[in-house]
């Protein structure tokens, strides 16, 4: 059989697909005979859109649309015409859209007058391998780019087998994508490690795949069809049996293009799947696992092993891994031997924000250089509305210490929750001027209502009026029930704060973001007078007088002792057990001053000190426009 794999836009132009890499390595291991070919329809649009627009659509242009607009559906809607046969399908929709919340769709329609075209190349090129099968993977805006292609396929050859799977598929979203068009013949819903092999024995044996779990299928004759979806399986891919993925036609297809130049590539490992921390405590706002929570993770001797062997392979040092959540195991196993090899790794993690720092320090020698380990607010009490397991103190304990290993940290600031006040943030935001030497978030933005959350699946969580995103309408030529089934995405009314709270929280973290270059706040250990230590500290941050600070005897003790984050009671008699009897009201007296020159951050009755021992080298950020889409990556 002869099997075509495809990702299509807005896949990300520098990494591989590891979906495809994954589906072509266990074909290769489990129907040796078949024929497996790939088609990376990501890579030729950002080609076609540079070629096409005489260089003036460039990957970076590519890389707004696919990354900036998810929220905005820009990425679909480019290739709505196509998928609808109408030019101007949706454009008077998007318009209207874009004119009430001040979105500039420029680039987006420069792109949609090339789409009908690139389409028609993309058919051309698949079909010319004769292919039996051409199985897409969806996720994000993915869905009606693949689905344009998979019409136009169908309409030239009608007897090709059409099948979709990945993220988009998952749940009652594949079934709603695979009853609505008629073009699409299988639907795999969930993990395809066990479906697709199984689907492609029924296709050699030509029977109905009644007994693949979770796959939709066509049912009856050509005019006479019923859309099957069979029952999902409780089963989860064991580890065992994800193989190491195959980026050997990726690979060819980069280094054949004009695109190699403007792009940094990244290999994609998987190391585990599910989230440990939600099988026990769901955060209330993330969908992300959709079906398939259950953690699974391979051993660390076996992610090294697939590691080593890709990089070898690739000759490339930058490494994503697509993990939830990483396994604490790998402390144990796989980050050392990380650490020994040797190997100057750029690896990118999602780690839970409860890290000590002997675990971030690990995390950099093993070259760990990014990570998004889920930070979300610095409010003990929206932290626990979220169910995060995490405190604010801890998790600016989080922030010093990346600064001090030098690890890019990504994370957003979201509000929005049930219950939450005002006075869960007027603390934090006065506060957070202080912290302006640490690394920022991304944005403070309202959360999402996404499916599979425990937001969307339960309304007792205070979002029991839900409808699809708006942006929805100007994506899909569908009714809002069919919509309700098939989006990812929903509107829902405004929980927790608004106003001038909302506004004030805003303008602060605009502020931590401009102010953060060339910021620092820095400890260094003085050589002791008459025997007493001495702290200076020296604080260069912006909005705060340039000055250095000098703590002698206790006071040094004190703050290298709230680096971990005490309560005033239990900094005090850790004093006194290093030899230091203070009183008490000197000590709440030494507190509140060191709280004020903004050396301490207050979380509730926990006070942390906001000091590093370092500063890592950063990037100058450039405000003008890029006319490439390579990014540098420092702490």
Not at 299 to 315: K, T
Not at 490 to 518: C, M, N, P, Q, Y
Request: glycine content about 8%.
């Amino acid at each position: 059989m002869r099997v075509q794999l495809v990702t299509m836009p807005w896949h990300p132009i520098d990494l591989p697909s590891l979906q495809v890499g994954l589906l072509h390595q266990l074909l290769r291991q489990v129907r040796p005979d078949d024929d497996v070919r790939e088609f990376h329809g990501s890579l030729r649009w950002a080609e076609f859109l540079l070629e096409r627009s005489g260089g003036r659509l460039r990957p970076g242009n590519y890389e707004a649309i696919g990354s900036d607009s998810i929220f905005d559906g820009l990425g679909d809607w480019v290739f709505s015409g196509v998928l609808y046969e109408d030019e101007n399908w949706g454009v008077a929709r998007l318009t209207e859209y874009a004119a009430r919340r001040g979105l500039c769709i420029d680039t987006a329609s420069d792109m949609r007058v090339h789409a009908t075209e690139f389409i028609a190349e993309c058919a051309t090129e698949v079909l010319a391998q004769e292919p039996d099968v051409v199985g897409f993977t969806s996720t994000f805006m993915q869905n009606v780019p693949s689905l344009a292609l998979a019409r136009e396929l169908k309409r030239r050859r009608p007897g090709l087998t059409v099948v979709f799977g990945g993220s988009n598929c998952d749940g009652p979203m594949g079934h709603a994508l695979h009853r609505n068009h008629p073009f699409v013949d299988h639907v795999v819903r969930g993990e395809g490690e066990y479906a697709f092999p199984a689907l492609l024995r029924h296709l050699d044996a030509d029977t109905p795949p009644a007994d693949v779990p979770g796959l939709c299928w066509w049912e009856g004759q050509t005019d006479d069809r019923v859309s099957r979806a069979n029952t999902e399986s409780r089963r989860t891919v064991a580890p065992s049996d994800i193989p190491a993925p195959d980026y050997d036609q990726w690979q060819a297809a980069l280094d054949a293009s004009p695109i190699l130049e403007y792009v940094y590539p990244k290999l994609v490992v998987e190391g585990a799947r599910g989230c440990w921390w939600g099988e026990k405590h769901h955060c209330t706002f993330c969908g992300l696992n959709g079906s398939s929570m259950a953690f699974r993770a391979k051993s660390g001797e076996q992610l090294w092993s697939e590691i080593d062997h890709l990089v070898r392979r690739h000759r490339i040092l930058d490494v994503v891994t697509v993990d939830n959540i990483i396994d604490m195991a790998y402390f144990k196993d796989f980050l050392p031997l990380a650490a020994e090899s040797g190997w100057d790794l750029r690896m990118h993690y999602e780690v839970k924000s409860n890290l000590n720092r002997e675990q971030i320090a690990l995390l950099g020698r093993a070259g760990a250089v990014l990570i998004q380990p889920g930070i979300e607010s610095l409010s003990n009490r929206v932290l626990d509305l979220m169910d995060k397991g995490v405190s604010g103190a801890r998790n600016i304990r989080t922030l010093r210490e990346c600064e001090n290993h030098a690890l890019t940290v990504t994370w957003n600031y979201l509000y929005g929750f049930p219950g939450e006040t005002v006075e869960d943030y007027a603390p934090v935001v006065d506060q957070l001027p202080a912290l302006v030497h640490l690394q920022p978030p991304g944005g403070a933005h309202r959360i999402q209502l996404e499916r599979f959350s425990p937001n969307f699946t339960d309304p007792g969580f205070g979002f029991g009026k839900r409808r699809p995103a708006e942006m929805y309408r100007h994506v899909y030529e569908l009714p809002e029930s069919e919509l309700t089934d098939l989006v990812y995405l929903f509107a829902t009314d405004d929980a927790g704060i608004g106003g001038e709270t909302e506004s004030r929280l805003k303008r602060a973290v605009a502020a931590w973001r401009d102010g953060h270059h060339g910021s620092s706040l820095v400890m260094e250990e003085a050589e002791p007078e008459d025997g007493v230590d001495v702290l200076l500290v020296h604080d260069r941050r912006h909005g705060w007088p340039r000055r250095t600070h000098r703590l002698t005897g206790w006071q040094a003790q004190a703050l290298r002792r709230l680096e971990d984050g005490r309560t005033e009671p239990a900094l005090h008699r850790l004093l006194a057990g290093d030899g230091h009897d203070i009183p008490a009201e000197e000590l709440c007296g030494w507190i509140q001053q060191a709280q004020a020159t903004g050396l301490v951050f207050r979380d509730g009755r926990t006070y942390v000190s906001l000091p590093t021992w370092d500063v890592p080298d950063r990037i100058d950020p450039d405000p003008a426009p890029q006319s490439t889409d390579r990014q540098e990556v420092a702490g």
